[in-house]
């Protein structure tokens, strides 16, 4: 086995939903943990960062964690 398939780039799952982030992460072998906040500029539900950069190359198996709006404080 070569070390080149121990290895996933992590897409780039921001804007998108949340469905489509879990999708993204999955068709690469990776699980994702998912963090709320608010956010004036972006719908509920809506990816607004992830912590391990797009294109970085992590394990297989590793957990990527996404923040996803809860929409405008109330």
């Known amino acids: 086995i070569s070390k080149g398939s121990l290895s996933v780039k992590v897409p780039d799952v ?3 939903t949340l ?4 999708e993204a992460m999955s068709k690469v072998d990776l699980l994702i943990d998912v963090r709320y906040e608010y956010d004036d500029d ?8 992830q912590e ?4 970085e190359s992590v394990k297989k198996g590793e957990t990527i964690v996404v923040v996803v709006s809860y929409g405008p404080e109330p």
């Open 52 to 55: 391990t950069a797009p294109g």
């Open 42 to 49: 972006n719908p509920k539900g809506t990816v607004i960062g």
């Open 19 to 22: 469905k489509e982030a879990r």
């Open 14 to 16: 921001r804007w998108g």
